[in-house]
């Protein structure tokens, strides 16, 4: 049995949408016109998604939220003894967007087929990544998917946090930013040009600065939209060069230089990675296996190969703290707190105790940059708008004094 999506209009002519579950697309089909509904398109949600995969699209996947969201619901579910496939029945009744309706309802067809519930998540990759999957195979295996599920919502409400963190730690200099450059485009492309206009009489040459601000004005009514073209271009051409692997490890090892930027990069890979490999860990997954899934959540280059080089170190042998030490690129604290883990049986804990204090550095250090950031911009706008307002003032005092 599977889920359907389907297209179908009833006798007065209404169409209706929805999902419906079925053995075959033609079974489906009958179900419909059993319900005085003619049926017009019928896809399998599985057979979708693999589509798609294949194929670009502009359709979203499970967003984090949504995925922190539904793992709380179906660890509580599980928790309280439901039967499987009856909790993820009634996670897709309590969702109120279609696709992840769907989604579960796709997990849930391949649960009552007996298959394990790893398999059917697998049918969704975009929505449900490796490391979601491994941690909900490994907890199938050990008979402890409730506790599994427990701690995986625990983790992916962790890492929604902090993603909300940085992202709304962004949106006050960005927008800062857009104002501060709106105000000034629009000071040089239609403000200054009528004040300049007074001064094209005056046989007496200008001030310099007025000569640079008059240049600057021109610039930018005569070729402003190709700067904006431009500035775009360079964007999505900046962004495509980051996806070859050499300009990208050039670009992250340069962004862990930077005094600030470099702190946060660094503090906000070790957390994913430390949290990451502490679930996995207590699920039962091999380190080996963790140490690779963990590693692909990191998104720094040079710390993801780092990751990867103390995977062959420990495949050899060696202690895992000893060998991500080895690459420099982790913090002293977290290295210790790990080979302590190693030392005292308590791997779990110390990597989630590791996970939690760079979180909190990050917390801190947020702060700081916005504390430091705020007034800066603000100085620097103000800095600007005085610049233009003395090129302005600059000609009148001059012609005050030959006045006088």
Not at 41 to 57: D, N, Q
Not at 209 to 221: H, K, N, V
Not at 241 to 248: A, C, H, N, Q
Not at 299 to 317: D, F, H, I
Request: glycine share 8%.
């Amino acid at each position: 049995m599977g889920a359907f999506e389907y297209v179908a209009v009833d006798p007065g002519g209404k169409e209706h949408k929805g999902l419906i579950e079925g053995d075959t697309a033609r079974t489906v089909r009958q179900t419909l016109r059993d319900r005085e509904l003619l049926p017009l398109k019928v896809t399998e949600v599985a057979a979708r998604e693999k589509k798609e995969r294949s194929t670009f699209t502009f359709k979203r996947s499970v967003s984090p939220l949504e995925l922190a969201l539904l793992t709380r619901q179906l660890s509580t579910l599980a928790r309280s003894g439901m039967p499987l496939d009856e909790a993820l029945q009634a996670v897709a009744e309590q969702s109120e967007r279609p696709r992840v309706k769907s989604v579960m309802l796709g997990v849930r067809a391949r649960v009552i087929e007996g298959h394990p519930l790893e398999t059917g998540l697998a049918d969704f990759p975009q929505a449900f990544p490796e490391i979601y999957r491994a941690t909900v195979a490994a907890g199938e295996q050990s008979g402890h998917l409730d506790a599994v599920l427990e701690r995986l919502a625990d983790y992916t409400e962790s890492r929604q946090q902090l993603r909300q963190k940085v992202s709304h730690a962004m949106i006050y200099p960005i927008i800062v930013s857009m104002v501060a450059v709106l105000i000034v485009a629009g000071l040089l492309t239609y403000v200054v040009p009528q004040i300049i206009d007074v001064f094209d009489n005056v046989q007496q040459s200008l001030p310099l600065p007025t000569r640079i601000l008059i240049g600057l004005s021109d610039f930018l009514r005569a070729y402003g939209l190709w700067l904006i073209v431009a500035t775009v271009a360079g964007l999505i051409g900046f962004r495509y060069l980051l996806r070859r692997e050499g300009p990208k490890r050039r670009w992250d090892r340069f962004l862990l230089r930077l005094p600030l930027v470099g702190r946060m990069t660094l503090g906000l890979n070790t957390a994913r990675f430390t949290s990451t490999l502490s679930i996995l860990a207590g699920a039962g997954v091999p380190v080996l296996e963790g140490l690779r899934i963990a590693g692909a959540v990191v998104t720094n280059v040079p710390m993801r190969e780092a990751v990867q080089e103390a995977a062959v170190r420990v495949r050899e042998g060696a202690p895992i703290g000893k060998s991500l030490g080895a690459s420099k690129l982790f913090p002293p604290m977290t290295i210790h707190l790990i080979s302590s883990g190693e030392a005292s049986g308590e791997l779990e804990e110390m990597l989630e105790r590791s996970a939690q204090n760079q979180e909190r550095e990050m917390d801190s250090l947020i702060a700081t940059m916005l504390s430091i950031l705020e007034p800066v911009m603000i100085l620097v706008m103000g800095a600007v708008v005085l610049a233009i307002v003395l090129s302005i003032l600059l000609p009148i005092f001059k012609l005050n004094q030959l006045v006088s």
